[in-house]
């Protein structure tokens, strides 16, 4: 296959991972070689488990082909070892050692700085519970996200950050994040990442709000399609 063809291929299964299709996506790659199809199906195969809880054995297995050095591999790894630490799907006994160490590598890297920083801070976050370190995080990821124009990135903080703002007693302006977030995630067509963003919209809402029930309905259509196992599941904590 040449150059041309293979970037056809990559450029095909990058359209399919925006809309959720990993199956397909992953199948494109399956006969690619290169460093770069690798490294995106391994990140397509992580995702569909990340949204599904399912099909751990494949994410595992596609990133740990790849070369253990590179930045991409190393912040792959340790998604993986956070994903399995939250889901508590046969976390090891080193997940969370595996993780913050594979964030630290890539925080140093330009490639792969923000995203590092962003689940560094989640997983002091939700694992340490150590917000005042994870809001460091979240701090210099954001910086990242809006001097590299990363609508992705920033939609992702916004989310995150939104909770302690709430928290902090300034709900508007959390709110307010958290609809940017959205609206970030749907201006680059994220399936996923919408439906996950409506429903935590939806759940900061009144349950009278007519804005509440119409993301819900939205999210309910995309979670179904997709198969998005936990946004499914909160969706019927909303609903109960």
Do not use: C
Request: proline residues 3%.
């Amino acid at each position: 296959m040449n150059d041309n063809d293979t970037y056809t291929t990559l450029d095909a299964a990058r359209r399919l991972h925006v809309l959720g299709d990993w199956d397909h996506a992953a199948a494109l790659l399956a006969e690619e070689h290169s460093t770069e199809a690798r490294e995106l199906r391994a990140e397509i195969l992580y995702e569909r488990f990340l949204f599904r809880v399912d099909g751990i054995e494949d994410a595992a297995d596609a990133i740990a082909a790849l070369d253990p050095e590179s930045p991409q591999a190393r912040l792959l790894a340790a998604r993986l070892a956070y994903t399995r630490l939250i889901f508590q799907v046969d976390p090891l006994p080193d997940d969370y050692e595996t993780a913050e160490a594979g964030y630290r590598s890539a925080a140093a890297d330009p490639k792969t700085h923000g995203w590092a920083e962003f689940h560094w801070a989640a997983l002091l976050d939700n694992v340490r519970e150590d917000g005042a370190a994870a809001k460091a995080h979240y701090t210099k990821a954001l910086q990242a996200a809006h001097q590299e124009g990363d609508l992705i990135l920033e939609s992702i903080v916004l989310r995150h950050l939104a909770w302690r703002v709430i928290e902090g007693g300034n709900r508007d302006e959390g709110l307010r994040m958290l609809r940017r977030s959205l609206h970030l995630r749907s201006a680059v067509g994220l399936r996923p990442q919408i439906a996950a963003a409506q429903l935590l919209l939806a759940a900061e809402l009144p349950e009278d709000d007519p804005e509440r029930a119409t993301l819900v309905e939205t999210a309910r259509h995309i979670a179904d399609d997709l198969g998005l196992s936990w946004v499914q599941s909160g969706l019927e904590e909303l609903a109960a």
